[in-house]
């Protein structure tokens, strides 16, 4: 099945500081990837989509300021949470999908795990 | 629009008992539906999809659902429960696909020997 990797797999950082979280798709080109955050025992709310060379899709409610999203390349997209602060701690949750053959799914990756101090 | 409601934040169940998780569903369109698993701290695995074949889906770990239009329904069951299935359970609706998916608020199933 289709793989997608984030990276780092958790990260604690001072308030201020900005931390980029990695999301690769390991072996399909993912045309579209997104982005979700999970506060403990809640469930997945979408922050973004994003397509491989355009400007990501934020949906309302999140600051296009505070999270930057890259999708550079059909196998790399980096979300970069700016000046953090504690409220932003919280599981950040990557998937990727394609439009190629028949793939009709998203593949989640293993989560990012931020905690800001 | 599209939004999926999970009925019961918690189900318990005994080992070797069955298990049913409710999911309905609203969308404009013929929805695409899943089912995924979520292990503490970690990402979601894929149960099972719906993707407008048949309407009975079997997925991994013995998991099956029917999709109902009538009854805009997509619940989830396993005859027999393992303590292995203890987990979060999250159904969730597309419009397709790869597309934008809007998920339930998850069920937290528990399993008693």
């Given at each position: 099945g289709a793989v997608v990797s984030q990276h780092p797999s958790w990260v604690i950082c001072k308030s201020g500081t900005s931390v980029k979280i990695e999301c690769r798709s390991l072996d399909f080109q993912a045309t579209t990837m997104f982005w979700y955050r999970q506060f403990p025992k809640q469930s997945l709310m979408l922050m973004a989509t994003s397509n491989e060379g355009s400007k990501a899709t934020y949906e309302q409610g999140v600051e296009k300021d505070k999270f930057l999203i890259n999708h550079a390349s059909l196998t790399l997209s980096t979300l970069t949470v700016t000046s953090a602060h504690p409220e932003d701690s919280s599981f950040y949750i990557c998937s990727a999908s394609s439009l190629a053959g028949s793939m009709n799914e998203q593949f989640f990756g293993p989560g990012t795990r931020l905690t800001v101090l | 629009?599209?939004?999926?409601?999970?009925?019961?934040?918690?189900?318990?169940?005994?080992?070797?008992a069955l298990v049913l998780l409710r999911c309905n569903y609203s969308s404009s369109v013929p929805p695409y539906l899943f089912w995924y698993v979520q292990y503490p701290n970690q990402g979601l695995q894929l149960l099972l999809k719906y993707t407008s074949a048949a309407t009975l889906v079997k997925g991994i770990n013995g998991f099956e659902a029917e999709f109902k239009k009538s009854e805009t329904s997509f619940?989830?069951?396993?005859?027999?429960?393992?303590?292995?299935?203890?987990?979060?359970?999250?159904?969730?609706?597309?419009?397709?696909g790869g597309n934008k998916l809007t998920f339930g608020t998850g069920t937290q199933l528990k399993v008693e020997l």
């Amino acid at each position: 099945g289709a793989v997608v990797s984030q990276h780092p797999s958790w990260v604690i950082c001072k308030s201020g500081t900005s931390v980029k979280i990695e999301c690769r798709s390991l072996d399909f080109q993912a045309t579209t990837m997104f982005w979700y955050r999970q506060f403990p025992k809640q469930s997945l709310m979408l922050m973004a989509t994003s397509n491989e060379g355009s400007k990501a899709t934020y949906e309302q409610g999140v600051e296009k300021d505070k999270f930057l999203i890259n999708h550079a390349s059909l196998t790399l997209s980096t979300l970069t949470v700016t000046s953090a602060h504690p409220e932003d701690s919280s599981f950040y949750i990557c998937s990727a999908s394609s439009l190629a053959g028949s793939m009709n799914e998203q593949f989640f990756g293993p989560g990012t795990r931020l905690t800001v101090l | 629009a599209q939004s999926v409601t999970q009925l019961g934040s918690h189900v318990s169940v005994s080992e070797g008992a069955l298990v049913l998780l409710r999911c309905n569903y609203s969308s404009s369109v013929p929805p695409y539906l899943f089912w995924y698993v979520q292990y503490p701290n970690q990402g979601l695995q894929l149960l099972l999809k719906y993707t407008s074949a048949a309407t009975l889906v079997k997925g991994i770990n013995g998991f099956e659902a029917e999709f109902k239009k009538s009854e805009t329904s997509f619940h989830l069951t396993k005859p027999s429960a393992h303590m292995s299935d203890a987990a979060e359970y999250f159904c969730a609706v597309s419009t397709g696909g790869g597309n934008k998916l809007t998920f339930g608020t998850g069920t937290q199933l528990k399993v008693e020997l």
